[in-house]
């Protein structure tokens, strides 16, 4: 059974071409599934209430808001030391 308040956002970033991107996002069964997506090709999963609630009212396919740059700054850091690529 899902659980309807989950929210899910995937950011795509590719180096020098801006901000990251966001590139899907949902509640529910659909962030399950955006979550069994990313899981499936070994894609590093943060855990962030707060900074996908935030996510959450930016629109498919925008650039992050700077406000929100050194908070996903962050997760980057960790996401790049996970792959082992820093």
Request: hydrophobic share 45%.
């Amino acid at each position: 059974m899902s659980d309807p308040s989950k929210l899910a956002i995937a950011l795509h970033y590719e180096k020098g071409s801006g901000a990251p991107v966001v590139v899907a996002k949902g509640k529910g069964t659909i962030g399950e599934k955006i979550v069994e997506i990313a899981k499936a090709n070994d894609i590093p999963i943060e855990e962030n209430e707060i900074l996908a609630g935030a996510l959450s009212k930016v629109e498919l396919g925008e650039e992050i808001p700077p406000d929100l740059y050194k908070a996903v700054a962050e997760v980057l850091v960790f996401v790049l030391r996970l792959s082992g690529r820093r």
